[in-house]
């Protein structure tokens, strides 16, 4: 079993930047590949992007060059780095963790809003 605690989020004006973390407590096996999806209102959840330990990571095209994922193996906990955002990255983010890049376990979602 593993459980994913989410921190950071909250309101961003345009062009801004956040910060989210996810920590992974229980079984550093299930947690090969960590990451996040985003939902926004009204909208299906999709991938924003992922990490493989050892360093093998994914962008969806809506993030890339703007958002930077990075993790720390020891910590089991990833960071989620968004620059340049825009109101179309409000959502709610959550953090998934897996053996492989589907997800198996989820956090309980932080929201993120980008508005003036």
């Known amino acids: 079993q593993v459980q994913l605690v989410e921190s950071g989020g909250g309101l961003v004006q345009p062009g801004g930047s956040l910060r989210l973390s996810c920590a992974a407590s229980g079984s550093i096996f299930s947690t090969n590949v960590m990451g996040w999806y985003r939902q926004a209102p009204g909208k299906k959840r999709e991938l924003v992007t992922s990490i493989k330990r050892g360093g093998n990571t994914n962008y969806s095209d809506a993030v890339k060059g703007r958002f930077t994922i990075s993790r720390e193996d020891a910590a089991n906990t990833v960071h989620l780095q968004m620059n340049g955002l825009k109101p179309g990255d409000t959502a709610v983010y959550y953090c998934?963790?897996?053996?492989?890049?589907?997800?198996?376990?989820w956090g309980q979602g932080t929201q993120v809003t980008v508005s003036s």
């Open positions: 998934f963790a897996g053996i492989t890049w589907t997800p198996a376990y």
